[in-house]
């Protein structure tokens, strides 16, 4: 199964950018490239999914590397909210129809100072 | 909808005690799984299953039973808890192709 890899942690200022980095240099053309974030106590919550091309959503954007074999999640302007554990996972849409391990890791967790 | 729901959010067990974790879900979703979640060790997959009377293992699945018998439900079982059971522990649904909607979790802790 592909794996990706991120860092231990993250720190950023309030109301700015800051860019989530996830490696997945394994990556196969049919994996989907899926973040989720888990606010403390709580459950983790989807964000955003891309495959090839760039994508944007309320949430985020996620910046997908030429190759795919890293991609960055931003979000523009951070807020006290946003610090959680966030998740880079990969899913394969050929197996999206029948058995799917859906394997999360550690996690980055990222800080957002005031 | 309720979306996913867990119960009970805590337990306290006796080793050697058995109980059963609830999850349902109000979404017709055909995914449903389970994690568990240990300090510092992020989530692991415990058993999940693509629809009613499918399941399959997932990281971690020993100690652990479950059954799908309908869509809405997933039952998480521990036979014979231990101590290394102690944990949080998530359920998550999704319909094909989809995001997944996780539950609020049950924290578990075994003495």
């Known amino acids: ?47 955003i999914h891309g495959l090839t091309s760039n994508v944007n959503n ?26 959680a554990v966030y998740y880079c996972i990969l899913r394969d849409i050929i197996t999206q129809g029948g058995s799917e391990k859906l394997v999360f890791g550690k996690g980055m967790k990222l800080t957002v100072n005031p | 909808n309720a979306g996913v729901t867990q119960t009970p959010k805590f337990q306290v067990l006796k080793t050697g005690q ?12 055909e995914y449903m799984s389970w994690y568990r979640q240990d300090p510092g060790m992020g989530l692991r997959l415990i058993h999940y299953s693509v629809g009613a009377g499918i399941t399959d293992q997932g990281e971690v699945p020993n ?10 439900d997933f039952p998480l079982r521990l036979l014979s ?18 995001k997944l909607f996780f539950g609020s979790g049950t924290q578990l802790s075994v003495l």
């Open chain 1, 1 to 47: 199964d592909a794996k990706t890899t991120q860092p231990n942690s993250m720190e950023s200022n309030e109301e700015e950018p800051v860019h989530l980095p996830c490696n997945h240099s394994t990556i196969s053309g049919t994996d989907y490239i899926h973040w989720y974030r888990q606010l403390p106590s709580q459950g983790p919550e989807y964000v």
């Open chain 1, 58 to 83: 309320r949430m985020a954007s996620l910046a997908i590397a030429e190759d795919r074999k890293s991609s960055t999640l931003i979000l523009h302007r951070a807020t006290l909210r946003d610090a």
């Open chain 2, 18 to 29: 058995s109980m059963t974790l609830q999850c349902a879900q109000d979404m017709n979703h």
């Open chain 2, 63 to 72: 100690g652990y039973n479950v059954s799908r018998s309908t869509t809405e």
């Open chain 2, 81 to 98: 808890a231990a101590p290394s059971q102690t944990s949080v522990y998530f359920c998550a649904s999704k319909r094909q192709g989809g």
